[in-house]
Each structure stands twice: as structure tokens, then as C-alpha cells.
């Protein structure tokens, strides 16, 4: 059973409190430019990482309530190489684990607990 564990992992980080997933956790993500596609997911306090379908890593932070930055890390990343950073996401209204920029960039994170 697929289900959101975002939400709590937001509700979490915004109290003080720490979620950590030692592995990824089996989901879906689904990302502007990429059909729906399985994913590992790995929740640390405020923010999630994932493997995007072309070896490259999407990390999201949550930066304040209701608002957040995501970087693209490139597949061949080195020490010292800056990721693609965006910035101002907001959670979709309506759409739990979702989370855009304006029409431009939207992602979204459901996994299976």
C-alpha cells in the first residue's frame, strides 16, 4: 500500500523532531520532464533525496514552513561541482506530497510503508 509519509516527515521537521530512513524507501515520484517512475526515497528531518530516471539526484529541503529549495546534482558530480539549485516551492493545494514552482517545476513523492 502506497501511502504519504511527507506529510508527517514536514509535520515532524517543523516541531523540532527528526525522521531518518537508514535506506531509501520504495516509491513513486513523479517530476516535471520525467514520466512517473519507481524510486528509493531517503527522508532526513526536513528534506528527501531520490535517483532521478538519468542517474542524476534530486534533493529537496524543506527551508520554512510551507516553502522549499530543490537541487539537481548532476549523474557525474565531483567534489566542489554546485548543484542546479530552485528555489520557492511550495506544496500543491489539494495534492498531498506535491510540491511546485508557479506552472514551471513540479514534483511529487509517494512511498510505501
Do not use: N, S
Given at each position: 500500500?502506497?501511502?504519504?509519509?511527507?506529510?508527517?516527515?514536514?509535520?515532524?521537521?517543523?516541531?523540532?523532531?527528526?525522521v531518518?530512513?537508514?535506506?531509501?524507501?520504495?516509491?513513486?515520484?513523479?517530476v516535471?520532464?520525467?514520466?512517473?517512475?519507481?524510486?528509493?526515497?531517503?527522508?532526513?528531518?526536513?528534506?528527501?533525496?531520490?535517483?532521478?530516471p538519468?542517474?542524476?539526484?534530486?534533493?529537496?529541503?524543506?527551508?520554512?514552513?510551507?516553502?522549499?529549495?530543490?537541487?539537481?546534482?548532476?549523474?557525474?558530480?565531483?567534489?566542489?561541482?554546485?548543484?542546479?539549485?530552485?528555489?520557492?516551492?511550495?506544496?500543491?493545494?489539494?495534492?498531498?506530497?506535491?510540491?511546485?514552482?508557479?506552472?514551471?517545476f513540479?514534483?511529487?513523492?509517494?512511498?510505501?510503508?
Amino acid at each position: 500500500m502506497k501511502r504519504m509519509i511527507w506529510a508527517a516527515a514536514v509535520m515532524v521537521a517543523a516541531t523540532g523532531g527528526m525522521v531518518t530512513l537508514a535506506a531509501g524507501a520504495p516509491g513513486q515520484c513523479t517530476v516535471t520532464g520525467y514520466d512517473t517512475f519507481d524510486c528509493d526515497v531517503a527522508l532526513d528531518g526536513g528534506g528527501l533525496t531520490f535517483a532521478l530516471p538519468d542517474g542524476k539526484t534530486f534533493a529537496f529541503t524543506l527551508v520554512e514552513e510551507g516553502v522549499g529549495t530543490a537541487f539537481l546534482i548532476a549523474a557525474d558530480a565531483g567534489p566542489g561541482q554546485v548543484p542546479d539549485e530552485l528555489r520557492d516551492f511550495r506544496a500543491v493545494d489539494g495534492r498531498p506530497g506535491c510540491w511546485a514552482r508557479g506552472d514551471e517545476f513540479e514534483f511529487c513523492v509517494l512511498v510505501e510503508q
